[in-house]
């Protein structure tokens, strides 16, 4: 099964009122776990590299790996760059066999932001290969890059139409309350319900809604969509950890989102700690172990049941991957 470009994903995702998953991978773990969960459920997906992740695997490793799990599985997967900083990543990626680019230049002026997207969609349409763009900044941490809650700032709506059209973008990213990290929000921002949870404050429906208008049938994608899952910060925070107040997404408003125009929403910190809690919980039951086949292990298998959640009950991609095939190879 060879890689696979978005549209067709996107174009039955937005029809269908679902999202598909990008799951950032680091390393073969990660992608095994992703790829077990994806092709168990017939589950239409996106695999993403971020330029950290790029930075610690190096790209021709992360590109065979990926390569390797489409043998195991006959589900349409692509491969795409997530924030892109410039054309140059760009251009790397598209070159090394990548399906799909992100060009983040929202921390640009508005006009230098559609030059440098521009730019990009350019070279990557004459490569065949899809381009997400952004307009809006998101806050939190992603990778080595910090955006403070003070520089962020929401997608204004008035601003798409003219994006789309002048760079000819094939998705666009969008802000609406969404932040990177495992520490989107802080607990001033929150309230807490009666069992002392903090509840974040709910995302930005009305500028969706807007740039759903103005964009009728274009496909949406929201970044920083991990909802910080209880369950493995708890594991975490059990066996050593120190997660005080992580709290993310919760996962019906980003169902609500899927069932709308989002038709990409990435999860990369949810990974993140569904890795560390198998590790974690393998040492502190384990203490003598130092194969990390056997801790590792189980840090895959939270990966894999992680994904299928996501799918299930986040997404509502499962048991789709034969009707975006199906319009692949139509357009062959």
């Known amino acids: 099964m060879p890689l696979v470009g978005t549209k067709e994903m996107f174009k039955k995702a937005y029809e269908g009122g679902y999202a598909i998953g990008a799951f950032n991978v680091n390393n073969m773990e990660i992608v095994q776990g992703i790829m077990e969960a994806a092709g168990k459920l017939d589950s239409p997906l996106i695999l993403q590299c971020s ?29 795409h760059l997530d924030h892109g900083a410039d054309f140059e990543i760009c251009k790397s990626c598209i070159d090394g066999g990548f399906t ?9 002026p508005f006009k230098e932001n559609i030059e440098l997207t521009k730019r990009v969609v350019e070279y990557a349409h004459a490569h065949n290969v899809v381009v997400e763009g952004e307009l809006g900044q998101l806050a939190g941490i992603e990778d080595d890059v910090k955006v403070d809650a003070g520089e962020a700032h929401y997608t204004q709506p008035d601003e798409v139409e003219e994006f789309v059209k002048s760079t000819g973008v094939d ?49 949406i994608v929201l970044h920083g969509a991990s909802s910080v899952i ?19 997404i919760p996962e019906d408003q980003l169902r609500k989102a899927a069932k709308s125009a989002v038709c990409k929403i990435n999860i990369d910190s949810d990974l993140r700690l569904a890795m560390t809690a198998g590790i974690r919980e393998t040492f502190n039951a384990k203490p003598e172990v130092f194969d990390p086949r056997v801790y590792i ?32 190879n139509a357009n062959k």
């Not at 799909?100 to 640009?108: E, L, Q, R, T, W």
């Not at 895959?300 to 095939?325: C, F, N, Q, T």
Request: charge should be neutral; glycine fraction near 8%.
């Open 51 to 79: 330029a950290g992740a790029r930075k610690y695997a190096k790209n021709e490793y992360l590109v065979h790996l990926v390569q390797a799990s489409l043998e195991l599985t006959d589900i349409p997967v692509a491969l």
């Open 100 to 108: 799909s680019v992100m060009i983040d230049g929202s921390s640009h």
């Open 171 to 219: 998705s666009l990213a969008i802000a609406i309350g969404t932040s990177h990290g495992a520490y989107k929000f802080t607990p001033e921002q929150c309230t807490r319900n009666a069992d002392g949870v903090l509840v974040p404050p709910e995302l930005r429906f009305d500028i969706l809604e807007e740039v759903s208008k103005r964009l009728p049938e274009f496909p």
């Open 230 to 248: 209880q369950k493995y910060v708890k594991i975490i925070n059990d066996n050593g950890g120190k997660l005080k107040d992580a709290v993310g």
């Open 297 to 328: 292990g189980p840090g895959r298998a939270y990966i894999a049941e992680l994904v299928e959640h996501k799918i299930k009950a986040v997404l509502g991609s499962d048991g789709k991957a034969a009707e975006v095939m199906a319009l692949v």
